[in-house]
């Protein structure tokens, strides 16, 4: 596959969850050019400025390319592959020999590739560790619980049926410039805009007027943190108007008459003074919402990263099912993944809920879906005891700026005994590391979003194959976690040859039981992949629409994906009541016993008196969490001001350029002030990922503009979401001030 000859070729881009259709140009091994794919199925020729940046990634002379260790005096130096490996074969297994010892972060990059997905368990399993930690339960959690308590499992989410709903509300997302989040839309401008030429009603519900709200029909500029009581106040009205539909509502939901009983005892008049809206404006939505044709309303990280956070994402499916929105075109429907997952493979006994099966050491905080909270990271390595975190692997993250309370998060990176990270960049996490592993280049990968093919809005396969063969030097990712996990077991010279075909028999006889054929047929048909083409080829084979090994004429297989490299169409989401369902018993329980619980907690807060500011965060075109900052640096110098309404500004004697301090009950940062009339009174807002500084970073672009650190001001420890221990970021009450005036 090595050519020096100029060429193109297909990508998918592996950066969000839009999942974008590239087309890469490629001059030797250096990407020259990126573009839209105007025939790719899904995306249809839209891409974001980060998509068509990712030559600038792949080329950014900051790139650790080669194996770094530490030094005696603290410094890096290059280093072989062999030398890096053992290093670590020298010094690991004494913390796998320690139960509990050594803990695992693997950060949002690694989520969206095929390595990681096929061989992270094995490196998890080799640690023999619960002290695994992800961006997850900062993000998402709240949303997953909601899901596993009514459908079952927390990654086959309900989604909205953007393409064919009259009336979408969107509560804490601003999809025109995030391009969406668990939901697999790309182009999301062009599918709102269809939405509304065809008549449709577009409402966001978000403190901020985002550019996603201003080209909304309703814009509803709520307090942050009330989204629970917002919701109530809609599904009250529904309640006690008689508008439900209950003739629409699938026959497998229990609880209906419950939920609207719940929902009666919040009207707009009580919901509404705490959310700072008016009643009138909860009256609107919830008669527009239930008399539409069809309806559906989608939240994300604004209503996770929040107080009431699991109460809010459960009541966006409440409203959708007592309105006779589920499962049916237009409203909230379920994705039927290529290479299958937990809601398409069968299962022989009740399941089990994916959440609290074990505990934190150090706070007792409950499991979700394999990991602890991230807010347990810090103290599990700085408290002493047995159990105690002493070695730490990391996976394409950077939990200095992606976690709460970076302060504790970097003094417990530095307590370490030792550290290894997987990792492209020598930034404010891997600075700390003893060993530093790179990944080779994006174009050295194939690339099916297993993951988000649960999130698709319409059921495409697609798969790009690598561009380029691995150089001299570089190992690929899923070669890298099979070395880690065979010094972990303490067979560190093992191949990864035969490494890979133990992964694959397990895979093989998984994939021949759902298939309903022998494993020898199904090894007989992927004998001539490896890696993760190999373990792709068995999950497409055996999945929803597989051939299930030559059983089914024309049926999907990774050699067919790989002839039709814009994607094969499937077609729109379709009803699949009841067999999505993993719930214990095959049924809908709309009142969940864990979320009632809790509501009198939500109750109790419509008499808070509200005062001083709450800073929230917000999305930018060109950035992604920490790690994009330097190869794609934002186009202006505000990129982290706080923004500041100008009634707050006048109050607080303010003025556009000041530099001020935001003051946390943990920490303070300094920024610009911008005052901007989209944010409501009382809210402030900032970017979270920056704070690029202190030293030993080769990420020149971002440490030369390091920007304010939103996280270094988020509490870990008593300023919880409630069910999830999740930290949070939207909602947090700081004090503003001068600490010098641009203008005299």
């Known amino acids: 596959m090595t050519t020096t000859e100029p060429r193109t070729g297909h990508r998918i881009c592996p950066l969000c969850e839009s999942t974008c259709g590239l087309i890469f140009e490629l001059d030797a091994r250096a990407v020259t050019r990126v573009t839209p794919n105007p025939a790719d199925l899904m995306s249809a020729g839209h891409s974001c400025a980060k998509g068509l940046g990712l030559g600038e990634l792949e080329a950014d002379p900051d790139r650790v390319r080669v194996p770094m260790l530490r030094t005696a005096s603290g410094e890096f130096r290059e280093a072989t592959w062999v030398e890096a490996f053992d290093e670590i ?10 139960p509990g010892s050594c803990a695992l972060y693997h950060g949002n990059p690694a989520a969206h590739h ?40 927390g990654l086959g989410v309900s989604l909205p049926d ?19 989040s668990t939901v697999t839309a790309p182009g999301m ?29 309703i814009h509803v500029a709520i307090r942050p943190g009330t989204d629970a009581l917002f919701l109530l106040g809609v599904v009250s009205v529904i309640a006690n108007e008689c508008l439900a539909r209950p003739g629409r509502v699938p026959e497998v939901v229990d609880g209906l008459e419950a939920a609207l009983a719940m929902a009666a005892a919040y009207p707009p008049e009580t919901a509404a003074p705490a959310c700072g809206v008016d009643p009138d404006l909860i009256r609107s939505v919830a008669r527009g919402f239930a008399g539409a044709p069809s309806a559906v309303a989608h939240s994300r990280i604004g209503t996770c990263m929040q107080e009431f956070g699991t109460l809010a994402n459960w009541l966006v499916e409440v409203l959708t099912i007592v309105t006779g929105n589920l499962d049916r075109p237009g409203g909230a429907m379920f994705a039927l993944p290529p290479s299958g997952g937990p809601n398409t493979w069968p299962t022989g006994k009740p399941p089990r809920l994916t959440f609290d099966r074990w505990r934190s050491r150090v706070r007792d905080l409950p499991e979700a879906m394999g990991e602890l909270p991230a807010v347990c990271f810090a103290e599990e ?24 309370n970076s302060a504790a998060i970097e ?59 691995l150089a001299d030097g570089e190992l690929s990712e899923w070669q890298i976690l099979l070395r880690l996990a065979a010094i972990a077991r303490g067979v560190p ?42 373990l792709l080829d068995l999950r497409l084979r055996s999945g929803p629409y597989g051939d299930r090994f030559g059983g089914i004429e024309g049926g999907l ?149 390091p920007g304010a650190n939103y996280n270094a001001l988020v509490d870990d420890d008593t300023d919880l979401e409630a069910l999830t221990a999740s930290p949070i970021f939207n909602g947090v009450r700081v004090t503003v001030a001068r600490t010098s005036q641009e203008h005299g």
């Open 493 to 534: 010279d093992r191949s990864v040859a035969d490494l890979d075909d133990e992964v694959a028999a397990v895979a093989v006889r998984r994939a021949a039981k759902l298939a309903g054929c022998e494993p020898e047929r199904a090894a007989e048909a992927v004998r001539d992949r490896r890696g993760p083409a190999r």
């Open 189 to 217: 401008h062009h599918r709102l805009r269809a939405l509304r030429e065809r008549g449709g009603t577009l409402v966001v519900v978000d403190p901020v007027r985002t550019r996603t709200a201003e080209v909304a029909d």
């Open 162 to 180: 953007i393409d064919r709903t009259d009336y979408l509300l969107i509560l804490g997302s601003n999809p025109m410039v995030s391009n969406g």
């Open 381 to 404: 390595i700085l408290t002493p005891g047995p159990g105690r975190v002493r070695a730490l692997i990391t996976l394409a993250g950077n939990p200095a700026r992606s976690l709460p």
């Open 557 to 705: 297989t990774l050699a067919l994906l790989e002839a039709n490299p814009n994607g094969i169409d499937y077609g729109p989401l379709r009803s699949r009541l009841p067999e999505v369902l993993r719930t214990p018993h095959g049924r809908i329980d709309l009142m969940p016993e864990m979320i009632v619980a809790d509501l009198p907690r939500l109750r109790a807060s419509l008499t808070r008196v509200e005062d001083g500011l709450l800073l929230i965060n917000r999305r930018q075109r060109r950035g992604m969490n920490s790690w994009l900052h330097n190869a794609l640096p934002q186009p202006d110098g505000g990129q982290c001001a706080l923004l500041m309404s100008p009634v707050d500004a006048a109050a607080l004697r303010l003025i556009d350029g000041d530099q001020v301090s935001v003051t946390s009950r943990i920490a303070s940062v300094e920024a610009e002030l911008r005052i901007d009339d989209a944010l409501r009174a009382g809210v402030v807002s900032m970017p979270h990922g920056w704070g690029h500084d202190g030293p030993g970073l080769r990420m020149s672009r971002s440490a030369a503009v």
């Open 114 to 153: 095929l390595d990681s997905t096929f061989y992270l368990g094995e490196l998890i399993g080799a640690l023999g560790t619960r002290n695994v930690y992800s961006p997850a339960s900062v993000d998402t959690w709240p949303k997953n619980l909601a899901h596993m308590l009514l459908y079952g499992t």
């Open 89 to 98: 074969a020298a010094r690991l297994p004494e913390f796998v020999a320690d």
């Open 411 to 469: 003094r417990a990176l530095g307590a370490l005994d030792f550290m290894v990270s997987v990792d492209c960049y020598l930034n404010e996490t891997t600075r700390f590391a003893d060993v530093i592993l790179p990944p080779p280049p994006l174009a050295t990968r194939g690339h099916h979003d297993v993951t988000l093919s649960h999130f698709q809005v319409r059921n495409v396969a697609r798969y790009t194959p690598p561009l380029l063969e």
